[in-house]
């Protein structure tokens, strides 16, 4: 009776492909465990964190650190977009400009100030790498221009009544009291509460878009 010659070229490749998603696997553990690393030494005020810290707060070597970042402000960014990704879900409102309009007012005033609440230590972050980091520099634009198009969205109505010479500055003030750095500033200088972060916000709003 013949011999049956059995071929593993087929097991080879499934071992191979084990192989492969292991190491994506890894990989991806791996650089999760850096960027949450980075994020509590945000929350810490740590704020330019070095890859070394990195690599001793991830349980991490200092060689596998230094092949997923290269340089420190690679390793900042990643858990800038990080932090900011895990914003988003905070940020949205289900129904956008619609309702009384003191309602939307009060829900948009308690959206942002929970939204600095969760993002503020990357946002602080992001200030000090923006000079020396365009990438940084850009994402933190696009972030602000983000914000005003949600504020627009939300306010439309009110904005589409102001007199036509008082638009720009009275959509203008209304803006920048909901934006992050403003939130900042009444948070950590003026060392308001959450509530009256909250308050002051929604009173900005109010007296700017008041017909």
Known sequence: MAEVELSTDHDDGEDEAATVDGRRLRRERNVTAVIDAVLEMFEDESLTPTIERAAERSGLSLRSVYRYFPDPESLAQAAIEEM?????????????????????????????????????????????????????????ERTRRGLTDQFDLQFRL????????????RRTTADVMSQLEVIDLLRRARHLTVQETIDVVADAIRTALRA
């Open 158 to 169: 009110e904005l589409d009544a102001l007199p036509h010479e008082q638009w720009a500055a």
């Open 84 to 140: 900011r990704r895990r914003g988003e879900a905070v940020m949205h409102l289900s129904a956008i400009g619609t309702g009384p309009f003191e309602q939307r007012v009060i829900e948009f005033a308690e959206m942002r100030v929970r939204l600095y609440e969760h993002v503020g230590p990357g946002f602080r972050a992001g200030r000090l790498y923006a000079p020396r980091s365009v990438r940084i520099r850009e994402d933190m």
